[in-house]
């Protein structure tokens, strides 16, 4: 069965350094992959998606995530965080042929600090 | 344009009581897909619905029921409300293939007392 994996549930990282959120996924053939961010009390909003292709993907806000087979992962980063990133990140994959059941994995919270 | 809208926003429930959640779809778009997203962890799938048809369903019990409309608009109904229903309901709309990203409403946060 298709399962995702955030290993970390909870992060802090000042204001202006790097971010890398973590993401591994279980899935026997190529995946559908991505991120969504969701503000407190909001729905998610799609932040970046990978289909095939470049295994770098560019979404908005700044954020990139890059797709590793070997690794069955596909990790979020951001170079330089900003105090308004504070949110909770959902990392999801959909098996083909399912377009709308998406599997998410159990967020990680991101906090920034001053 | 207009993203998905959910509707209401809050609801409060009794236990044994039933619920009707709404979700207007992003225009064009023909697929709607609800989830249930408790408090702390990611949300699960309910129900998928595509040109009126269900599509797929996951692992909730019969109390859940929903259906979509002419006009793509979608219905969640739950029965017998339990006090572990007490969640953030999302509805999401794309365009029906695996590559189409969901897009998801604000979600209706139900409470059951």
């Known amino acids: 069965a298709q399962s995702v994996t955030q290993p970390d549930i909870h992060i802090t990282v000042s204001e202006g350094a790097s971010l890398e959120l973590r993401c591994n996924y279980s899935?026997?053939?190529?995946?559908?992959l991505f991120w969504y961010v969701q503000s407190p009390g909001q729905g998610l909003q799609l932040l970046l998606k990978?289909?095939?292709?470049?295994?770098l993907v560019q979404g908005i806000k700044g954020f990139e995530a890059e797709f590793k087979r070997s690794q069955s992962s596909f990790n979020l980063r951001k170079p330089s965080v900003h105090w308004s990133d504070a949110a909770e990140y959902f990392c999801?994959?959909?098996?083909?042929?399912?377009?709308?059941?998406?599997?998410f994995g159990q967020g990680t919270e991101l906090s920034v600090k001053p | 344009d207009a993203g998905v809208t959910q509707s209401p926003t809050h609801l409060i429930k009794t236990r044994g009581q039933h619920v009707t959640l709404r979700c207007s779809p992003i225009?064009?778009?023909?697929?709607v897909s609800w989830y249930q997203q408790v408090l702390g962890q990611g949300p699960q799938f309910i129900f998928q619905y595509y040109e009126k048809e269900e599509r797929g369903r996951g692992n909730f019990p019969d109390r859940f029921s929903a259906r979509q409309f002419p006009n793509y608009s979608s219905e969640l109904n739950v029965n017998a409300l339990l006090l572990g229903d007490s969640a953030l309901y999302l509805c999401a709309s794309n365009g029906g293939g695996s590559n189409s990203p969901l897009h998801f409403g604000n979600g209706t946060r139900l409470t059951v007392t």
């Open positions: 999801a994959v959909v098996t083909y042929n399912q377009g709308g059941k998406l599997i």
């Open positions: 225009s064009g778009h023909k697929s």
């Open positions: 990978y289909f095939s292709g470049d295994t």
């Open positions: 899935y026997g053939a190529t995946p559908y």
